[in-house]
C-alpha cells in the first residue's frame, strides 16, 4: 500500500455529464527530476507547480538523505539547496523508495559514481521490479550492486571510486534506464554516451541542458545519440513544473465516455514525447479541441476542450507509438470498450512491469466488468461494447497501482453498474487530488 496501511477500497458509480475545469497537478516525472538535478547543483533551485504526490515526496526525502537541503516554502513552492556532482554524502539508513520506480532508477544512477554505499528499498509493488535493467550499465561505469534474486530490492549499490564514462545502448525503451546512464554519467570523467533506438521522454535531457550540462542528441539511423561531458559543474534553476499529462488522461477519457460531458484541461504536455495517448484518441474519433498552444516551463502546452464522444471506434495502435504513452494504456483500454469495434495494442510488454503487470490487471478487471479481451506476452486487444455499453458491476484489483485504480474508476463513470477498486490508496502516489477533482466534474465517486 503506498502511503496507507490499510486498503482503502472506492466506488464509482454513473455519473451525470461532467463538466467544468480540470486542473490536474504538476507532472511526475519533472517534479522528480527538478529535485533530483537540483540536489545536484549549487545554489538554490526554486520550483513551482511541484507534484505533492507520495512518490516525489520519496525522492524529496531520499535527496536529503544524499545531503541537500529540500524544503517546502509553499503549496507546490519548493526550493532545493544542492551540494554539487558528486558532493551527496554516504546516507545514514536505508531509502525507501516506496512506489516509485522512477525516483529509485534516477537515484541509483546519480549515487552509483561517488565513492559511498547506499542501500534502496520500497513497497510491495516496487520490490517486484527488475533493476538489473539499472544496475547492469551501472556496472560499466565500476558501480557494484547486490540485490535480491533477479536484480530485485532490497538492493545495495556501492558508488564507484574511479569512475569511466560509459557509451551504452539502451536494449528496452526506458526513460528511466536512459536517465539513470545520464546521471551517472555527470560524474565519470569524459564523454558518455547513450544510444536509444526508440525515442523516450526527454526530460533529462531538457533539464540537463537547462542546469548547464553540455549534452548533444544527435538523429541517426542508429536513432538517439546522447552524448554528455562529465563534471560539469551544474548551476542552481527556477523549474515551473507543467501538469502532468498523463494525469490529464483521467479526466480526458472520463469526458469522452459519460454521456453530455464538455470538460475544459488546461496546460496539457504537447511534447512529442509523451502525447501518444492524443494522437490515438483523435485516430479513435474523440472530441477534443487542442486550444491556445503556447511554451510553459519549458514544455510545449496546449489547452484541450473535450466533448463526450459517441463514436469512437477501435484502432491498431501503432507498437513504436508505445514510449510515448507508455503509461497511459491502462486508462485508453477502458476507452477502448465504450468504442465500436476492437482496438489492438501491440508492443506492450513493459506494461507487465509497470508498478503492476498492467497487461494482467486491465484485462482481468475488463472482463470482470463484461469485456471480452484477448492477451499475449506482448498484446492486449480490448472488444468495445460501444458508448454506455459496458456492464460493469465489479470489484477490480488494483495490485498497488495507481493508474489502474483511477482507470476503472473512470469505466464506473460510464458503465451500467457500479464498479469498485479494492484500494484506492496507490492514487496519492501521482493524483492525491483525484477523488475531489472528478467528483469536482460531477463524478460520483465515494469511499468504500
Ligand atoms: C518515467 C519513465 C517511464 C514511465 C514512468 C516515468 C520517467 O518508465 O512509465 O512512469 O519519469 O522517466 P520506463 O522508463 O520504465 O519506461
Redesign the pocket.
Known sequence: MSGHDVAQPMTSAKSGPLTGTASVPGD??IS?RSLIFGAMALGQTKVTGLLEGQDVLDTAKAMRAFGATVTRQAEGAWTVDGVGVGGFTEPADVIDCGNS??GVRLIMGTMATTAMTATFTGDASLRKRPMGRVTDPLALFGTQSFGRKGGRLPMTVVGAADPKAVRYALPV?????K?AVLLAGLNAPGETVVIEREP??D?SERMLVGFGASLNVEKTHEGNVITLVGRPELRAQTVAVPRDPSSAAFPVCAALIVEGSDVFVPGVSQNLTRNGLYITLAEMGAQIEFQNPRTEGGEPVADLRVRFSDTMRGIEVPPERAPSM??EYPILSVVAAFCDGKTVMRGVK?LRV?ESDRIDAMARGLEACGVRVEEDEDTLIVHGMGAGGMPGGAVCAVHLDHRIAMSFLVAGMAAKAEISVDDASPIVTSFPIFESLMNGLGASLRKG
Open positions: 511526475k516525472s522528480h520506480g522512477t525503451a526506458s526513460a528511466q534506464v536517465s523516450t521522454r526530460h507508455i503509461d513493459e509497470k
